[in-house]
């Protein structure tokens, strides 16, 4: 995966305006806020590629990013409390409609703010990507914002909220700083791997 080469493809209003999934995908989803633009943004070492909003719940659409050897897929931001139930229900039909879709997931990013528990959609996002044998990593975002042991501390706390077991993959990351970056590409890197290796049959 070459990260000095990406491009916006489009952004997705609705399900069925979808491109056919030929590519693996790496999908991030997490709530509005959490940091998922920051972080692909840092994965690309482009500002601008994706928008970073200090003022959570804009419109949500399905936006995909073309990289050298997947798409990257940046999905609506959950959990806004302030926006309308119409408006919310459209972002989950958003979401469960992409997942429900026969596409090549490669690997779902699940993103969780370091400095608070998982929320009750963090919870059932994981638990429906596990429930679905889907391959995952959980992402703690904005490590910067804690010390090295409060890090630590949050990492094994969310573990156990979640029910991981050893091998389940969780990484602290700061778009800030760079922490947990390159781990975070192995992982892509390796997913990718295995998807196509799948995929191929
Ligand atoms: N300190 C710190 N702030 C971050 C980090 N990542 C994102 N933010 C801030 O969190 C806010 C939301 O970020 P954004 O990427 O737009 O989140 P999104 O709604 O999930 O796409 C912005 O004000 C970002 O500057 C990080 O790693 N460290
Ligand atoms: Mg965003």
């Known amino acids: 995966m070459n990260y000095n080469e990406v491009s916006f493809k489009a952004a997705y209003g609705t399900i069925n305006q979808l491109p056919k999934s030929v590519r693996p995908e790496i999908s991030f989803a997490g709530r509005s806020n959490v940091g998922k633009s920051s972080l692909l943004n840092k994965l690309f070492n482009r500002k601008g590629l994706a928008k970073v909003s200090s003022t959570p719940g804009k419109t949500a659409t399905i936006n995909f990013f073309t990289a050298s050897s997947a798409d990257f897929v940046d999905l609506p931001g959950y959990g806004y409390a302030k926006v309308s139930k119409t408006e919310r229900q459209r972002w989950s ?23 608070h528990a998982a929320s009750e959609l963090d919870v059932q996002m994981i638990d429906f990507l596990m429930e679905e044998g889907l391959p995952f990593v959980v992402v703690l975002t904005k490590a910067d914002k804690l010390s090295k042991s409060q890090v630590n501390r949050q990492v094994a706390a969310i573990r156990k909220q979640l029910g991981f077991e050893p091998e389940d993959p969780i990484i602290a990351v700061s778009s800030e700083k760079g922490t947990g970056i390159d781990v975070l590409k192995r992982t892509i890197e390796y997913a990718i791997q295995e998807e196509k290796k799948e995929f191929r049959g």
């Open 93 to 115: 039909g958003l979401i469960e409609g992409y997942f429900h879709q026969d596409r090549r997931f490669a690997l779902v990013v699940s993103l969780i703010d370091i400095r």
